[in-house]
């Protein structure tokens, strides 16, 4: 059952899939194709990229058992097609690998925003195909196929979004992937997904992204001390405001609506705040630091912190 | 020259001070008992604190050579003392130990405040007392006397703060003292460093606070998820709002101007990504999301990450 890498954990049972071809071999793209071989999960693992630097990375790095740079080629006979790649890609890969789409083929991705994912892909994707939508939510602020590892995953939860009327033994198969990579299953439709997200994920990081870029537009000698003092907080946001650029734009773009939601409430409780610090109220300041600390007890108490 | 502890590292010559009192033992006075033990800085190290708890957890802990609970006592005779209490306590202390510091006795603190932590000491100590604010950037989200640790000053930088006149002498002991906590020392003005640290510091702990209180204002349906699914970003944000209150409280209420200033800049600088959001401008929050990554290399590049 193994392809005789030395990395393969023999006691995890014969592979889930055939043939996975993984689109894109970022950070979270390379990092389940190290998973996929670590736990056996794939019989052979196809990865496909249109950076030529990628392609020669996933080749030094061993990461695939064959390296592509066409998506419509790589993926005949795929039992699992991944899509790991920025949400503005999806619509013309979908439309380049539709027609070679076996009847049956599974195709998943590990997008953030899943409302519009699992349209795009529903639309253009012959109807002989299994969508499953997944989200991992995993990551580092590190972007590449060197920055991948195959533990990304593992205790973290992963959310799969299939539209109504998939075949539930397509959804079983993801799910058992990602059990295998270490990560718990959850299950909601894409629009619930979308408002959950807004607030734990897409808020946090367009804040991040905001003040990094207020400490940015200072004088540079102003900047040169954000830096150096940056241990004070400051160095925190900046982890989160290094994550890809263009994987973020198109959250954005595709969470609009409740992105902009959480934002609102958001700045109505900034403002709040501004107003008891001008005034000096001391009192509504000091309850409003008060009942943070019990989200954070909650979260190291259900081992995501 | 030792005091027959055996944590004391003998290779760093003889005390900086004969009796440090330090009034506070939380997570920073705590530390610096430790570090002013490990480094053999102070002969005799002296912890007051109001709290019982606390004063009983100094003394489990061996963290001082006296414990007292009466601030006027204990700076008898010390040729430093070094308030680590929040600021709204630095006016009564002051008023307090003043009667009782000996000539050429130095009064220290380590508070995120510098301007009013510097008038506050001056005014209310006797002029014959060496006045040198310090700040260490350096803390973690936990509180209390056993959070405290000796290498938490290590490869940080602490700001000394001295108003015009301080004797050079005074200051430099004190600068010692924080170089053989491992710590690296930069001077400043109060007004300059309360304008730096409202951005690297005060501001983003008003955020991160205010978006979790957002989230803590959710149904708790929606506040479970958020908690379960805290690792796409929001969790980093727990961590910095799970700090101290009443300190927090302090320092917005005593850095009130150079905190609403950065506010302001970062809510016109979210109000344009928002519009950004809004009209499905793609281009420029590609170009937003892409600056902040030079500042993030830079914080890799100063070790400050």
Redesign the interface.
């Known amino acids: 059952m193994s392809d005789g890498l030395n990395q393969v954990d023999p006691g995890e049972g014969a592979p889930v899939f055939e043939r996975v071809v993984l689109i894109g071999l970022g950070l979270i793209g390379s990092s389940l194709a190290r998973a996929l071989r670590v736990h056996n999960i794939a019989r052979r693992i196809v990865a496909v990229d249109t950076s030529l630097d990628v392609c020669q990375a996933v080749d030094r790095l061993h990461l695939a058992d064959e390296t592509q740079s066409d998506a419509a080629l790589a993926v005949r006979g795929a039992d699992l097609v991944v899509l790991c790649v920025p949400l503005?890609a999806y619509e013309a890969i979908a439309q380049q690998i539709g027609p070679h789409l076996a009847p049956g083929a599974i195709v998943s991705d590990v997008g953030?925003v899943k409302e519009v994912a699992t349209n795009v892909l529903v639309q253009n994707l012959p109807a002989h195909v299994q969508v499953v939508p997944g989200h991992p939510?995993?990551?580092t602020?590190h972007s590449g196929p060197e920055a991948g590892f195959a533990k990304l995953f593992e205790g973290?939860?992963c959310?799969l979004t299939p539209p109504d009327g998939t075949d539930e033994a397509a959804v079983e198969r993801v799910a058992e992937m990602w059990r295998r990579c270490g990560s718990m299953i959850?299950r909601m439709d894409a629009p619930h997904h979308d408002k959950?997200?807004a607030?734990?994920?897409?808020?946090?990081?367009?804040?991040?992204?905001?003040?990094?870029?207020?400490?940015?537009?200072?004088a540079e000698d102003?900047?040169a001390?954000?830096?150096?003092?940056?241990?004070?907080?400051?160095?925190?946001?900046?982890?989160?405001?290094?994550?890809d650029?263009?994987m973020?734009?198109?959250v954005?773009?595709n969470n609009?609506e409740a992105?902009?939601e959480?934002?609102q409430?958001?700045?109505e409780?900034?403002t709040a705040?501004?107003k008891a610090?001008?005034r000096?109220d001391?009192e509504t300041?000091?309850r409003?630091?008060?009942?943070?600390?019990?989200?954070?007890?909650?979260?190291i108490d259900?081992r995501?912190?």
């Open positions: 503005g953030s939510i995993a990551g602020e973290r939860w959310i959850e959950v997200l607030i734990t994920s897409h808020l946090p990081h367009l804040i991040a992204y905001t003040i990094v870029g207020t400490a940015a537009d200072l102003a900047k001390e954000v830096i150096k003092f940056s241990a004070s907080g400051f160095r925190d946001f900046t982890r989160i405001a290094a994550s650029p263009t973020w734009r198109d954005f773009l609009r992105t902009l959480m934002l409430r958001f700045t409780d900034l705040l501004q610090i001008r000096g001391g300041l000091h409003m630091f008060t009942r943070t600390r019990g989200i954070r007890r909650s979260i259900a995501q912190a």
